[in-house]
């Protein structure tokens, strides 16, 4: 993957789960629907997709499975409950088990955005990944990469917190469009914080492809 196609990546995911749902919801409620049914049939498409990808590759990480775990019983609550409120609480909730969950992870041999990360440092290149493979043992660069899923961590988990009050404090109907304006943008400011974060670790990958170069020649 080269460092092009994992942003791009990223940005047509989020546009999916985050597009099609409003246009759904949207869509829905023009021709009469009530707020949790639109809402519901809107959460439909992003758990579909996501017990597709499973069925298809036929593995899941944790931090998949903790959003996928989220979104049935996210789903089954609300449909038990009848509440719209509930429905915009749900993503807003799974956000943050999903930020506990990478929070956690940072202070674990495995931190989660770690490989999430990779594609962005070593861009894809073979001297950079096997300077990714030879930093392993030092400590400032895992130190550095663990410090990215604190980043994450703690981002979502403020985020979530936001639009949890949000969720049964205003009016469904603003709560639909802007918990999906306080997560992108929580989102794009998480980015940028933990990409100057991850800037040394990148520099610490370049460094040591060019010495390895530089050894061979």
Excluded: C
Excluded at 12 to 40: C, K, M, N, Q
Excluded at 74 to 98: N, P
Excluded at 192 to 214: D, I
């Amino acid at each position: 993957m080269t460092n092009e196609s994992a942003p791009a990546s990223l940005l047509r995911t989020l546009g999916i789960e985050i597009a099609v749902p409003l246009g759904v919801y949207y869509g829905l409620h023009s021709l009469g629907a009530s707020d949790f049914t639109a809402l519901a049939l809107s959460g439909v498409f992003p758990l579909a997709r996501t017990l597709f990808q499973f069925a298809k590759h036929r593995t899941l990480n944790g931090l998949a499975l903790v959003v996928l775990v989220t979104n049935v019983v996210g789903m089954l609550l609300t449909f038990v409950s009848g509440d719209a409120r509930m429905m915009i609480a749900k993503d807003s909730i799974g956000s943050g088990i999903t930020g506990v969950v990478i929070l956690i992870s940072a202070f674990t041999a495995q931190p989660i955005m770690t490989k999430a990360l990779r594609p962005f440092l070593t861009h894809g290149k073979a001297d950079h990944e096997a300077a990714w493979e030879r930093l392993q043992p030092n400590n400032r660069f895992r130190t550095v990469l663990r410090r990215g899923s604190f980043i994450w961590g703690a981002g979502f988990i403020l985020e979530s917190a936001a639009r949890v009050i949000g969720a049964f404090t205003l009016p469904v109907s603003t709560m639909v469009w802007l918990s999906t304006v306080l997560f992108v943008a929580s989102f794009a400011v998480i980015m940028v914080v933990a990409g100057a974060s991850a800037k040394e670790a990148g520099e610490m990958v370049a460094r040591e492809a060019g010495a390895k170069q530089l050894v061979a020649a």
